[in-house]
């Protein structure tokens, strides 16, 4: 039995690099840290982890780190990561976690999650894309909407209505979706950024094996609920360290351009950076809460506060730059993984930040969930109950 100690781990972490060279074949390196039990320590063995208290996860990649081992760049497949795996882990079949996990963790297959619709994106339980069994398939029709990193996925979390005469969260289905399965068609939506960071997804005639199905034929609704909390701490709760994130260049610009600072943006920079920092540190407080188990509705508060924060942040930084704020430096066509928000301009940091309120939960549902589910308000009539 494994030494599940800080030092037994470092221990291992050790024995690992001895016999596996962290500069030689990267996808070998990975695929073997994962069947070691490396990758995801607290899961059990066969799903990447050891059964290990999950606070030790940090001390195996600060091992692997100063080693200089390859990490299995997290930030192409955030959605494989953030919400498919924890979902997978939870809910999905021995033999799916067997399939998927692997090469979803090393990073061979990125994934892409197909719940929102055109009509469907807050109210998503009223999703209208249908699953119809044939044998031993599923035949899905429907379009989906806002669909990051589907023009690179192979897999997507898919939503489908299984049962039209079902109260509308009764009737739902979860399922895995090739993305390369004939009548799959992505097509990029430009931004106000000019990037199509998102796409649109149309799904004609087809065919889903039951065995990519996750969990019980009408039970999607409850599935989809642990992704949805996954996602919004892996947008709101990313790791940071102190004046990380758009804050951090809000701060440089303060220090370094004096010229540019008036006396009432002193007060507004300063708040911006104390919110900042408090919502960096609940978030680190909410992942280690949330490390053994799944994630609440204080999620959502996390990811409420990141949207607020970084439009507000990315606006007094156009402000103080004043003219020079508003230039844009490229309008090209773009199709990337995730958004440069800081490697680009002020403006593009401002346009960007508007879809924070937007994705993963618009700010008004999020707020009615922290007001139902974490101060025990009463629930607000709904025409559908």
Not at 70 to 94: F, V, W
Not at 241 to 269: I, K, N, Q, S, Y
Not at 271 to 279: I, P, T
């Amino acid at each position: 039995m494994s030494d599940h100690t800080a030092d037994g781990l470092r221990a291992l972490v050790a024995a690992f690099l001895d016999t596996h060279d962290p500069n030689g074949d990267r996808l070998g390196f990975l695929r073997a840290r994962f069947d070691a039990g490396l990758a995801w320590v607290q899961h059990p063995p066969g799903r990447g982890g050891l059964s290990a208290p999950p606070q030790l996860q940090a001390v195996v990649d600060d091992a692997f780190a100063a080693a200089g081992a390859p990490d299995n760049r997290p930030r192409r497949n955030s959605i494989g990561l953030g919400m498919a795996a924890p979902t997978l882990l939870r809910h999905a079949s021995d033999a799916q976690c067997r399939r998927w996990l692997r090469p979803l963790w090393t990073g061979e297959e990125v994934w892409c999650q197909l719940f929102s619709e055109p009509d469907a994106g807050s109210d998503l339980a009223s999703l209208r894309t249908r699953a119809v069994p044939d044998g031993d398939d599923w035949i899905i029709d429907g379009q989906k909407v806002w669909t990051s990193l589907a023009h690179e996925a192979r897999w997507a979390i898919l939503l489908a209505r299984t049962d039209p005469a079902a109260p509308k969260h009764h009737g739902i289905t979860y399922f895995v979706c090739d993305m390369t399965a004939p009548g799959v068609q992505v097509r990029p939506l430009r931004q106000a950024t000019g990037e199509a960071e998102f796409n649109e997804v149309f799904l004609t005639g087809v065919r889903v094996p039951d065995a990519h199905r996750v969990g019980a034929v009408g039970q999607g609704w409850q599935i989809a609920r642990t992704t949805l909390m996954n996602e919004r701490v892996a947008i709101g709760g990313r790791p940071l360290p102190r004046e990380g994130g758009m804050v951090g260049v809000l701060a440089r610009l303060w220090r370094e351009r004096p010229e540019l600072r008036t006396a009432g943006l002193h007060d507004e920079v300063l708040r911006a950076w104390v919110g900042a920092e408090a919502a960096r540190l609940a978030a680190l407080r909410l992942r280690q809460l949330i490390a053994a188990g799944e994630p609440g509705p204080e999620g959502s508060a996390v990811k409420l506060s990141f949207a607020e924060l970084s439009q507000r942040i990315s606006g007094l930084e156009v402000e103080l730059r004043g003219a020079e704020g508003l230039r844009y430096d490229d309008w090209t066509m773009r199709r990337p993984t995730e958004p440069d928000l800081l490697g680009r301009t002020a403006t593009y940091r401002y346009l960007r930040a508007r879809g924070n309120s937007i994705e993963g939960g618009t700010s008004e549902i999020l707020r009615s969930i922290i007001a139902e589910r974490v101060l025990g308000l009463p629930t607000e009539p709904r025409v559908d109950r």
